[in-house]
């Protein structure tokens, strides 16, 4: 029964977090794109410390203008789940085309299956076992899909062309 009123306490929870997540502002701010980038590199060798990293950045000397702090929890979670799933290597791609902002991590891992390609954005799906003590509620993709879309932009799911997941998040530069 404790079990029970706990998992309920944390649905309400998690359900008020995804219902903030909606409402949360977007202020962009113009940024100088090699800072920004600089930035988001140190983020990902801190959090794939133990996975070989490869990052291209095909912004130039472009600024860009995005809320910085949407798009670092963002790529943070995008970064942690790669963490998991990897084998041995991380790419990250940065990029800007007509007004968007886009960030690409692939990992080597085994990638999505059919299911999980078409159901991972939807709140509380996970591939994690019951057993995992609550530590993945399975809400990552779906905060990263509602921010993404907050931001004028959007998350793009897919398989590696060799192996491993692809996700691709983009981000509206103007309003």
């Known amino acids: 029964m404790a079990g029970q009123i706990e998992r309920l306490k944390s649905y309400v929870t998690s359900m008020n977090t995804l219902q903030r997540f909606e409402d949360v ?17 140190d983020t990902a060798e801190i959090i794939c410390e133990n996975k070989k990293l490869s990052i291209s950045d095909k912004i130039g000397t472009t600024n860009i203008c995005v809320d910085p702090e949407i798009v670092l929890q963002v790529f943070e979670n995008l970064l942690s789940n790669a963490a998991r799933y990897a084998k041995t290597v991380i790419f990250v791609q940065y990029a800007v085309e ?14 999505f299956d059919d299911t999980t390609l078409k159901s991972v954005t939807n709140p509380f799906y996970t591939t994690e ?28 799911l897919s398989n590696g062309i060799a192996v491993g997941a692809s996700v691709t998040v983009r981000f509206g530069m103007i309003e």
């Open 25 to 41: 502002p977007i202020v962009r701010k113009q940024l100088v794109s090699s800072a920004f980038t600089a930035m988001l590199n």
């Open 98 to 111: 007509n007004d968007i902002f886009s960030i690409t991590v692939t990992d080597d891992g085994s990638g």
């Open 129 to 156: 076992k019951k057993s995992n003590n609550g530590q993945h509620l399975g809400l990552g993709l779906n905060i990263c899909k509602i921010l993404c879309e907050r931001h004028n932009g959007n998350i793009i």
